[in-house]
T-cell receptor, first 113, second 115 residues
């Protein structure tokens, strides 16, 4: 069975602070994809990144960076110099050799001006 | 290119009424999915389809039916709505590669309130 745990239910930071959202996953398969999605207050789900299980390189996209560590089954997401527009619920998700994308329960990030 | 669209955006039903949610995608994706999102629960898969004319059950299929008569459309039906089906419903689509599913792209969601 696959499982995604986002232990942080809610996080509040002051604008310009850095913040890391944690994601821990469980899977028995050696081949899988990990994802991060953003859900702003408007409600839509926005795809941020996909990482396959064979690629442990960290990735940076502007103020966003992702740290994938198979040894600890973690795929953490860091926002540098946070902005009010980053306020949203962020979901980590996992898919293996099935059709089911398993989501964590999400972390609500509030960036205070 | 509209991506994934959902109709309607919001609906209020009385217990026992029926309705159909429509999902349409213009990305020529093979796979389509219906999820529901409830507070504190994340997203849970209701039904999915791997191609025109095929459907399968997900994690929480009870009380719902689906149909995929055309590749671009995926319908979610509630035959007799119950208050427990009050939720936000998301449709998604993806294209398979190497036996793994590619990124799922989501529609804007449908808010359903069952009284």
């Amino acid at each position: 069975a696959q499982k995604v745990t986002q232990a942080q239910t809610e996080i509040s930071v002051v604008e310009k602070e850095d913040v890391t959202l944690d994601c821990v996953y469980e899977t028995r398969d050696t081949t899988y994809y990990l994802f991060w999605y953003k859900q702003p207050p408007s409600g839509e789900l926005v795809f941020l990144i996909r990482r396959n299980s064979f690629d442990e390189q960290n990735e940076i996209s502007g103020r966003y960076s992702w740290n994938f560590q198979k040894s600890t089954s973690s795929f953490n997401f860091t926002i540098t110099a946070s902005q009010v527009v980053d306020s949203a619920v962020y979901f980590c998700a996992l898919i293996q050799r099935s059709y089911q994308l398993t989501f964590g329960k999400g972390t609500k990030l509030s960036v205070i001006p | 290119n509209a991506g994934v669209t959902q109709t309607p955006k919001f609906r209020v039903l009385k217990t026992g009424q029926s309705m159909t949610l429509l999902c349409a995608q213009d990305m020529n994706h093979e796979y389509m999915y219906w999820y529901r999102q409830d507070p504190g629960m994340g997203l849970r898969l209701i039904h999915y389809s791997v191609g025109e004319g095929t459907t399968a059950k997900g994690e929480v299929p009870d009380g719902y039916n689906v149909s995929r008569l055309k590749k671009q459309n995926f319908l979610l039906g509630l035959e007799s709505a119950a208050p427990s089906q009050t939720s936000v419903y998301f449709c998604a689509s993806s294209y398979p590669r190497d036996n793994l599913q590619e990124t799922q792209y989501f529609g804007p969601g449908t808010r359903l309130l069952v009284l």
